[in-house]
């Protein structure tokens, strides 16, 4: 405990030396906050939430909507504010320890979606594991899909990965991207889009 205890205050020290003190103070309660509201909402769904420490920022909320829901949350997440994660019908939501989540993202899940350790995700991005079936070529009000996520990824601002979709590690996906398929690791995703009308019946 006491080497855990040194390192913590280490920490602190280089903080205050590089932010200021009133800042650091202001920077770790606001931490605190977000470990607690993480804990409020493990508590609130604690039959579909299993997790370590991590941290939920202001308006940000984790649901569950069915007793099947699964969310299996590693240590040291983060998750900035406003963000949104749902788990719906059987759902199962693996991330992984030290994942980023920015700010206004969200996840929906009702299949599988798996997040690997150390990825960071900017703001305003969206995954799904599903469609609505629009076309209704089954009796299905959904489509499934997985989406796996790999270890240290890199997904910037305003991306939507959609459901059938694996991305390697060490991938980085551009912002502003569209992401379906499969994204091999090491490599740089940019999808540019142009405007183009596909007529269905």
């Known amino acids: 405990m006491i080497p855990i205890l040194r390192k913590i205050m280490k920490t602190l020290i280089a903080e205050s030396r590089g932010r200021g003190l009133y800042y650091t103070v202001v920077m770790n309660l606001s931490h605190a906050v977000g470990i607690l509201r993480a804990y409020l909402n493990k508590l609130l769904y604690f039959k579909n939430i299993k997790s370590s420490i991590f941290s939920l920022q202001a308006?940000?909320?984790?649901?569950?909507?069915?007793?099947?829901?699964?969310?299996?949350?590693?240590?040291?997440v983060f998750?900035?504010?406003n963000a949104s994660i749902r788990v719906d019908h059987h759902g199962e939501l693996h991330i992984a320890d030290k994942v980023f989540i920015n700010d206004n993202c969200?996840?929906?899940c009702v299949y599988r979606i798996s997040?690997?350790?150390?990825?960071?995700?900017?703001?305003?991005?969206?995954?799904?594991?599903?469609?609505h079936n629009f076309k209704h070529f089954t009796d299905e009000h959904l489509i499934m899909g997985e989406v796996i996520i790999g270890?240290?990824?890199?997904?910037?601002?305003n991306v939507v990965i959609l459901r059938d979709t694996v991305i390697g590690d060490n991938a980085v996906i551009a912002a502003g991207s569209v992401v379906k398929g499969n994204v091999p690791a090491n490599t740089l995703f940019l999808n540019k889009r142009e405007k183009s009308y596909i007529q269905y019946a």
Not at 60 to 75: C, L
Not at 115 to 131: E, L, Q, R
Request: aromatic fraction near 6%; avoid cysteine; charge should be positive.
């Open 115 to 131: 997040i690997g350790k150390n990825t960071k995700i900017a703001p305003n991005v969206s995954i799904n594991d599903h469609d």
């Open 79 to 81: 998750i900035r504010k």
């Open 106 to 108: 969200n996840i929906n």
């Open 151 to 157: 270890e240290n990824v890199w997904v910037g601002s």
């Open 59 to 76: 308006n940000s909320r984790i649901e569950a909507f069915s007793k099947h829901a699964r969310i299996d949350i590693g240590k040291f």
